[in-house]
Nanobody, 125 residues
């Protein structure tokens, strides 16, 4: 059974740093694009960042310059380092994989077919 498990969420003050981790089990994602999404209370799920096997990355405008996505495909893991956190970054963060795409880049939530359970990030004033 394919599973993604996020970790690293928590409470942090504005301006602080957190690093989220996503570990995959059940199969390898050696060629598949992976991403981080987030969903704040009362809002739709939004793409935060995505990465492919070639190391190409994409960031939403709201996090560009503050967040960094990285992948260790040998360890079947993806990370999200979040610097200069703001209260508006408060959300549940989800890791996702698009197992139906090899080498390419994926951006839209419906294209990702494997999701983690999410980890809560709370940024206080």
């Amino acid at each position: 059974q394919v599973q993604l498990a996020e970790s690293g969420g928590g409470l942090v003050q504005a301006g602080g740093t957190l690093t989220l981790s996503c570990a995959a089990s059940g199969r390898t994602f050696s060629r598949n694009p992976m991403a981080w999404f987030r969903q704040a209370p009362g809002k739709e799920r939004e793409l935060v960042a995505t990465i492919n096997y070639g190391g190409d990355t994409y960031y939403s405008d709201s996090v560009k310059g503050r967040f960094t996505i990285s992948g260790d495909y040998a360890k079947n893991a993806v990370y999200l380092r979040m610097n200069s956190l703001k209260p508006e970054d408060t959300a549940v963060y989800y890791c996702a994989a698009d197992t139906r795409t090899d080498y390419g880049m994926t951006y839209d939530a419906p294209e990702f077919d494997v999701w983690g359970q999410g980890t809560l990030v709370t940024v206080s004033e």
